[in-house]
Nanobody, 124 residues
Framework: QVQLVESGGGLVQAGGSLRLCCAA?????????MGWFRRAPGKEREFVAA????????YYASSVKGRFTIFRDNAKNTVYLQMDSLKPEDTAGYYC?????????????????WGQGTQVTVSS
């Protein structure tokens, strides 16, 4: 059974940092592009960041570029999202996703596997 399990969310003050972790199991994801998405209450799910299958290329939403860093450890079948300089508007449920192939995409429709999400709350 393929599973993606996120962890690392929590409550943090504005300006603080969190590191999200997405642990994959059931098959190797070393050949898949991976992404992070988020959904705030009352808003659509939005793209946050993506990383190519080998970690050689990364992509970010303009709202997080320069503050968030996506990276992966294929030996551990794990992808991370380092979030620095957090803002209250970053408050959302954060979801890890696997594309099922090497191609990166900003569209959630192009991702096959999804985790259950982890909540990030940033207080002002």
């Amino acid at each position: 059974q393929v599973q993606l399990v996120e962890s690392g969310g929590g409550l943090v003050q504005a300006g603080g940092s969190l590191r999200l972790c997405c642990a994959a199991s059931g098959r190797t994801f070393s050949g898949d592009a991976m992404g992070w998405f988020r959904r705030a209450p009352g808003k659509e799910r939005e793209f946050v960041a993506a990383i190519s299958w080998n970690g050689g290329n990364t992509y970010y939403a303009s709202s997080v570029k320069g503050r968030f860093t996506i990276f992966r450890d294929n030996a551990k079948n794990t992808v991370y999202l380092q979030m620095d300089s957090l803002k209250p508007e970053d408050t959302a449920g954060y979801y890890c996703a696997a594309s099922g192939g090497p191609s990166y995409s900003q569209s959630p429709n192009d991702y096959i596997y999804w985790g259950q999400g982890t909540q990030v709350t940033v207080s002002s």
